[in-house]
Every structure is written in structure tokens, then in C-alpha cells.
């Protein structure tokens, strides 16, 4: 009997040592938050991410590590890892995320907004906001906060003024329908190719333009794609890019309610912080540009409404292909205008 107790005591003491025991902060995270993003390293997004980054990492006291994991090459397959769970958190345009939830085209639809003080308007309502969550859930994913890319133009080998210019440009365009849709009803031709292979196709030919912001083209490098004789950027503003952060869902569930309270109440100050820096950037950089041989346009009120008029109706006709979640977030995003 006294062996039998002498065996269960240090049976019992075996397990005491070899069980888990609760990690500290001192000793280390208890949860990885891998965040990966094609952004460039030092961009306005970049320095975002990292203000993301260390609010978390003090709000949880250290229990949550952040890693950023900057320049990827394609935002379609991090998309796709962060909905299987395999990595944490994305961190990219809506664009990108639209490959795995087609609803959100809508958004990146041309002239949805005409103006930035419309973007935020919509995008911060808290209607559209309950859309998006509601559409991201079923993809597995958990809205974190808006970043920002700004309105996107077109950088072309031929001068652009009216839709006719763009007859058999081939334009390379991002995975995403709304793009697609929008090069098409202009007479373009889009060509669908990744961040990482976007300049090689430029050098090569491949390509004639590309549609982007100013801050991405830089940040990219994209613009020196084109020869130096054959730099032309139209200001068409016809596509507001917003930035988003999302969690894994299947990562988000398991962790304890005071480390999501954390994660689902990112500063708005931050998303603000964010849009500012990107705008003030702006007009410093179309200055660099034409430093860099480009011809800048800015196109006058009959230009643009031509434009307007060749894609009107598109909005309506992603929303229509993506289904009824895409068209309620269209409606929520046009009655948030009214």
C-alpha cells in the first residue's frame, strides 16, 4: 500500500512540473499577431501599421506580439492565408481583399466618391460599417480599422484627355472585378498582373500603363516603368482605394475577450492619422513627378464628366455580380451620401 502512495506522489509531482504555466508578459507573448501587407517598408501605410502595432502591444501589455511582415508580393494569397487561418491579420487595399470577398468591389467602383470628405463620410458610417463586418464575418474575417491609398489615376505611355485615348491600351489592372469592369467600359485593355511582377511587365511591354495613386507609383517605383519620353499621368481620380486591416476569425475566436476588446477598438485617431499623412503627401509627389519627365494632367469638368459617363452604371452592375450582400453595401454607402 505504501509503494502504491510513494508512486502516485511522485506521479503527482511529475505532472505539477511538466504541466503549462502561464506565460507573462516578462516571459513572453502569449499570442502572435503576424499582420502581412504589400505596403512598402517607410510609406505613410507602413508607419501606420507600426502605430497599429504598438498600440496593441502596450494595450495588452505585451501578452499580444505584433509582427509586420512589409513588401509582399501578392495581396490575393494574403488574403487567402488570413481566411484559412494560417496567418493572422492582412493588412492591404480593398482591391486586393475583393479577390476572396467580391462584395467590397463595390467600394473601389468608379466615382462611388468624387471626393475624399465623401470616402469618409460613407466609409465611417456606421450602417456601411455594419455592412462590412457583416459581409467580412462570412469570409472568415474580423474588420480591424480603414487605412488609406487614396484616388487612383492612370500613368500611360499616350497622353490621355477623352475616352478615345484609351482604345487598345493595354492597362495593367488588379485582381479585382470593379477594375476590370471599368478598363472595359472605357475601351481599354486590362491585363490582371500582381504587385511583384507589375514592373517587369511595364519594361517589357507587356503593358502600356498602369492605374494607381501617385504615393503607390512612387512607393512601387512603378513610374520608372515607362520611358522617360513616355511618361503621361492623367489625373482622373476615378477610383477611391481605401486600406483595411482584418483578422483571421478562426485566430480572433480563440483568443480571450480582453485581448479582442483590444483589437476591435483600434483609435480612430489612428485611421484619421493615416489618411492625413497620405493626403498631404499628394501634391509633393505630382510635383517629383514631373520632375521625372512626367506630363500632368488635370483634367477639366468636360473631360472627366465624359469619363463619368462612359462608366456610369458600373457601381450597380459589380453589385449586381457580386449579390445581394454587395448591393445592400452599395445602398448603405449611397443613402450615407444622401
Known sequence: MRRFVVVGACLALSLLFSAPVPTSAEEGPEFILELGSVVPPGSPWAVQLKKVKEHIQEKTNGRVKVKLRLGRSNERSLARRVASGSMQGFA?????????????????????????????????????????????????????????????????????????????????????????????????SPVTIDVANTMTSLQTGVVDGFDNTPLFAMATTWYQGLDDDERNLFLSKHSYQPGIVVYSKKWFDTLPKDIQDVLLNIPYDLTTWGREQVRQMEPVLIKNL????????????????????????IPEKVAKQVGPDGQALLKAVRDALK
Open 92 to 188: 492591404g487595399s480593398v482591391g486586393g481583399l475583393s479577390s476572396i470577398v467580391r462584395e467590397v468591389n463595390v467600394l473601389e467602383a468608379p466615382y462611388v466618391f468624387d471626393t475624399v470628405e465623401q470616402a469618409d463620410k460613407a466609409l465611417d458610417d456606421p450602417k456601411v460599417l455594419a455592412q462590412v463586418r457583416k459581409i467580412l464575418d462570412k469570409r472568415k474575417l474580423v474588420f480591424a480599422l480603414w487605412g488609406e491609398n487614396g484616388f487612383r489615376s492612370y500613368f500611360s505611355r499616350r497622353p490621355i484627355r477623352m475616352p478615345e485615348d484609351m482604345k487598345g491600351i493595354r492597362y495593367r489592372s488588379q485582381e479585382a472585378v470593379a477594375h476590370v469592369e471599368a478598363y472595359k467600359a472605357i475601351g481599354a
Open 290 to 313: 514631373v520632375r521625372y519627365g512626367y506630363d500632368v494632367h488635370e483634367p477639366t469638368a468636360a473631360e472627366r464628366n465624359a469619363f463619368k459617363a462612359k462608366e456610369k452604371g
